[in-house]
């Protein structure tokens, strides 16, 4: 007796579904735009697909024919027609179409009890796979359904490109803005999805990263759609018949609870969701008041709810203080060369917008739309050594652009042909459009980042230089314990004690020093100078520790910026790559713009000769300090002057004065 054959291997998770048969599915065509995937060759039962609701141009009909059913597809199948109508359903005539014609629906008035019956050669057969989610009234694309039947090279994914990406009728900007920047990394996007191409099934199994379980988690989803009549109610194909835009809204519907679930939230959910980023690999760099920025990270408790936001230290140095508009275009430049996604948005002003018809947003006189996330696809700075400084933005709508100087029709492009040819412009309603570095500080209010497998390494890269120099730096401090200054000349900063020991002692003529709480690694109680220091005498609590700086001739290594070359590619590399194993080697959109112009922040600037001076006397004065400060329940007061003179109060009230340098 023969033995049975053992079953064939399964394929590897990661392994994208191959198909059944060569018959089913025939050779891919590979071309200028990638590969494009023909439809399928139909079964003969399954050819005849019935749009309901639809109908043919008179100019392409015949008048009524009195005929069987029968007889009008042998005439339609023998090449004499394209198809026929029926009506009412009657089934004693119909009216015959001739080829060529124009197809019309709701919108040009035809009564939903017309049928127009078409004959398809090729397309997907019937479906035979469900997820039984519930999302209202649906069809499937390319199965004679009536959606998207006569798309021509309907394909899952063709050239992936933040174009591809077009907002249906819901507030799911937020996502929208996420897919179309991830859609700078093709193969990103891409690997998150099992199938490749259209499946016979209707399965697309996709995985990602889950917001509050923090786990990569598959969602299987099948290929039925919402629509309204026979047009998607929500998300849009793409312009070369891509199906992967409304396959990927439709998986995060599923694993938020139902398309209604997407209706507002935040960009950095979707990142999340998309690329793994935890903690604080996530970004919210938010505007003030004062036109200055903060650094901010999420904490998500919940899919729906608006994540909450706490301080976080910037990525590259700083701490958490404030940064002007100045500062912050480095750091996106930064960003922007470590291919880092962004997203941009902008609060609607206090005296409102402009109604928009079909949208719950508003928009202003610039064409910015507000409460609206775009994508930030690039940051530019000298653009072919002009000294304009520019950033690209793209609307998820996939139309409505910024209407000021460098829109599309301004002619600051004709009074610049080489930014003109640098940045590749073209005149066209698609929804990305550049604006001056001035504009975007003064229209936007929120930029959101995801780092790169690249930034978190150079930021941990730095971190790791400032851990080395931290103890060359404590040397500059003496450490006072149970000590403080009085509360009007101190203010709380969210920073480390490494982060407060660099902004003190880079800035002695503001700052005298820092106290820190024992239990509270939050932050710390900057000191500005003409404070007086009190001790246990005066109530400081015995958590309390004061570092007071004593000499100031140390300044904290800055990072020197790495700058990727012009006309070099992005690739964005997820920061976490153990999660799902999947996001190596990305590649994809072309990096513009020219060199630089900026001095590297590692070559340190000249400091005028008082400031020497100045700086030599506080160390001269160090080993005079550290003496006076064995004595018991000292003081430390400080004038506002760059080097302040010190009055040293000791525990017998005697009174001893000493200026620096003198």
């Given at each position: 007796?023969?033995?049975?054959?053992?079953?064939?291997?399964k394929?590897?998770?990661?392994?994208?579904?191959?198909?059944?048969?060569?018959?089913?599915?025939?050779?891919?065509?590979?071309?200028?735009?990638?590969?494009?995937?023909?439809?399928?060759?139909?079964?003969?039962?399954?050819?005849?697909?019935?749009?309901?609701?639809?109908?043919?141009?008179?100019?392409?009909?015949?008048?009524?024919?009195?005929?069987?059913?029968?007889?009008?597809?042998?005439?339609?199948?023998?090449?004499?027609?394209?198809?026929?109508?029926?009506?009412?359903?009657?089934?004693?005539?119909?009216?015959?179409?001739?080829?060529?014609?124009?197809?019309?629906?709701?919108?040009?008035?035809?009564?939903?009890?017309?049928?127009?019956?078409?004959?398809?050669?090729?397309?997907?057969?019937?479906?035979?796979?469900?997820?039984?989610?519930?999302c209202?009234?649906?069809?499937?694309?390319?199965?004679?359904?009536g959606?998207a039947?006569?798309?021509?090279?309907?394909?899952?994914?063709?050239?992936?490109?933040?174009?591809d990406?077009?907002?249906?009728?819901?507030?799911?900007?937020?996502?929208?803005?996420s897919?179309?920047?991830?859609?700078?990394?093709?193969?990103?996007?891409?690997?998150?999805?099992?199938?490749q191409?259209?499946?016979?099934?209707?399965?697309?199994?996709?995985?990602?990263?889950?917001?509050?379980?923090?786990?990569?988690?598959?969602?299987?989803?099948?290929?039925?759609?919402?629509?309204?009549?026979?047009?998607?109610?929500?998300?849009r194909?793409?312009?070369?018949?891509?199906?992967?835009?409304?396959?990927?809204?439709?998986?995060?519907?599923?694993?938020?609870?139902?398309?209604?679930?997407?209706?507002?939230?935040?960009?950095?959910?979707?990142?999340?969701?998309?690329?793994?980023?935890?903690?604080?690999?996530?970004?919210?760099?938010?505007?003030?008041?004062?036109?200055?920025?903060?650094?901010?990270?999420?904490?998500?408790?919940?899919?729906?709810?608006?994540?909450?936001?706490?301080?976080?230290?910037?990525?590259?140095?700083?701490?958490?203080?404030?940064?002007?508009?100045?500062?912050?275009?480095?750091?996106?430049?930064?960003f922007?060369?470590f291919?880092?996604?962004?997203?941009?948005?902008?609060?609607?002003?206090?005296?409102?917008?402009?109604?928009?018809?079909?949208?719950?947003?508003?928009?202003?006189?610039?064409?910015?739309?507000?409460?609206?996330?775009?994508?930030?696809?690039?940051?530019?700075?000298?653009?072919?050594?002009?000294?304009?400084?520019?950033?690209?933005?793209?609307?998820?709508?996939?139309?409505?652009?910024?209407?000021?100087?460098?829109?599309?029709?301004?002619?600051?492009?004709?009074?610049?042909?080489?930014?003109?040819?640098?940045?590749?412009?073209?005149?066209?309603?698609?929804?990305?459009?550049?604006?001056?570095?001035?504009?975007?500080?003064?229209?936007?209010?929120?930029?959101?980042?995801?780092?790169?497998?690249?930034?978190?390494?150079?930021?941990?890269?730095?971190?790791?230089?400032?851990?080395?120099?931290?103890?060359?730096?404590?040397?500059?401090?003496?450490?006072?314990?149970?000590?403080?200054?009085?509360?009007?000349?101190?203010?709380?900063?969210f920073?480390?004690?490494?982060?407060?020991?660099?902004?003190?002692?880079?800035?002695?003529?503001?700052?005298?020093?820092?106290i820190?709480?024992?239990?509270?690694?939050?932050?710390?109680?900057?000191?500005?100078?003409?404070?007086?220091?009190?001790?246990?005498?005066?109530?400081?609590?015995?958590?309390?520790?004061?570092?007071?700086?004593?000499?100031?001739?140390?300044?904290?290594?800055?990072?020197?910026?790495?700058?990727?070359?012009?006309?070099?590619?992005k690739s964005?590399?997820?920061?976490?790559q153990?999660?799902?194993?999947?996001?190596?080697?990305?590649?994809?959109?072309?990096?513009?713009?020219?060199?630089?112009k900026?001095?590297?922040?590692?070559i340190?600037?000249?400091?005028?000769?008082?400031?020497?001076?100045?700086?030599?006397?506080?160390?001269?004065?160090t080993?005079?300090?550290?003496?006076?400060?064995?004595?018991?329940?000292?003081?430390?007061?400080?004038?506002?002057?760059?080097v302040?003179?010190?009055?040293?109060?000791?525990?017998?009230?005697?009174?001893?004065?000493?200026?620096?340098?003198?």
């Amino acid at each position: 007796m023969p033995k049975p054959k053992p079953p064939a291997p399964k394929p590897a998770n990661d392994t994208p579904a191959k198909p059944a048969s060569a018959s089913v599915w025939p050779s891919a065509k590979v071309g200028p735009g990638g590969v494009r995937f023909e439809m399928p060759a139909l079964a003969a039962a399954d050819r005849w697909m019935v749009m309901k609701g639809s109908a043919m141009g008179s100019e392409h009909t015949t008048d009524w024919q009195h005929m069987s059913l029968d007889e009008a597809k042998k005439l339609v199948e023998a090449g004499q027609y394209a198809g026929y109508m029926t009506i009412g359903g009657k089934t004693d005539g119909c009216i015959l179409c001739k080829p060529g014609g124009s197809i019309l629906g709701k919108a040009n008035g035809v009564p939903p009890d017309y049928h127009l019956h078409l004959l398809r050669t090729h397309g997907l057969p019937p479906a035979k796979f469900s997820d039984k989610f519930n999302c209202g009234a649906a069809l499937r694309p390319g199965r004679g359904e009536g959606l998207a039947d006569t798309t021509p090279h309907l394909t899952l994914f063709h050239s992936v490109s933040p174009n591809d990406l077009s907002q249906g009728a819901m507030g799911n900007c937020w996502l929208i803005s996420s897919l179309a920047a991830v859609a700078e990394f093709p193969k990103l996007l891409t690997s998150l999805s099992k199938q490749q191409v259209l499946d016979p099934e209707g399965r697309y199994d996709l995985k990602l990263f889950h917001p509050l379980k923090e786990e990569w988690v598959p969602v299987t989803i099948d290929d039925r759609f919402p629509v309204n009549g026979a047009e998607l109610k929500y998300g849009r194909l793409s312009k070369d018949g891509e199906l992967w835009p409304i396959v990927f809204e439709k998986a995060f519907a599923k694993m938020f609870g139902g398309y209604e679930q997407l209706d507002g939230n935040s960009p950095l959910i979707a990142l999340k969701a998309l690329t793994g980023a935890v903690s604080d690999q996530l970004l919210n760099i938010s505007k003030e008041a004062d036109g200055s920025w903060k650094c901010l990270t999420p904490n998500f408790k919940s899919l729906t709810a608006n994540a909450g936001l706490r301080p976080t230290p910037w990525p590259f140095g700083g701490g958490t203080a404030k940064k002007h508009p100045e500062e912050l275009f480095e750091l996106l430049e930064d960003f922007d060369d470590f291919s880092c996604i962004m997203a941009a948005s902008a609060s609607e002003p206090a005296g409102g917008g402009q109604a928009i018809a079909g949208h719950s947003e508003t928009r202003g006189e610039d064409g910015i739309v507000y409460g609206h996330a775009y994508s930030l696809l690039n940051v530019e700075d000298d653009i072919a050594g002009t000294g304009i400084d520019l950033v690209q933005l793209r609307n998820p709508w996939g139309t409505g652009e910024m209407t000021g100087g460098w829109s599309d029709h301004s002619p600051l492009w004709d009074r610049h042909p080489k930014v003109r040819d640098a940045v590749g412009h073209v005149a066209e309603d698609d929804g990305t459009f550049w604006l001056s570095k001035e504009d975007f500080f003064r229209m936007f209010d929120t930029v959101e980042v995801c780092l790169s497998a690249e930034a978190v390494a150079e930021r941990q890269k730095y971190r790791d230089q400032q851990a080395t120099a931290s103890a060359e730096r404590a040397k500059s401090f003496v450490v006072l314990p149970q000590h403080g200054m009085d509360a009007a000349f101190t203010e709380w900063r969210f920073m480390s004690v490494d982060e407060a020991m660099e902004l003190v002692e880079g800035h002695p003529h503001k700052f005298a020093g820092f106290i820190t709480q024992k239990g509270n690694d939050q932050g710390v109680f900057v000191c500005t100078q003409g404070g007086q220091l009190m001790g246990p005498e005066n109530g400081v609590p015995a958590e309390w520790t004061m570092y007071m700086l004593t000499n100031a001739e140390e300044r904290p290594a800055k990072r020197a910026r790495s700058k990727r070359p012009p006309g070099a590619k992005k690739s964005f590399r997820p920061p976490n790559q153990s999660f799902g194993g999947v996001l190596s080697g990305l590649a994809s959109a072309r990096k513009i713009g020219s060199g630089r112009k900026k001095v590297l922040p590692g070559i340190p600037s000249p400091r005028s000769t008082r400031q020497q001076q100045q700086q030599q006397a506080s160390m001269r004065d160090t080993n005079w300090l550290q003496s006076v400060r064995q004595g018991n329940d000292l003081f430390y007061h400080a004038s506002a002057s760059h080097v302040p003179p010190l009055r040293v109060v000791v525990h017998d009230r005697r009174t001893y004065t000493y200026r620096p340098g003198r």
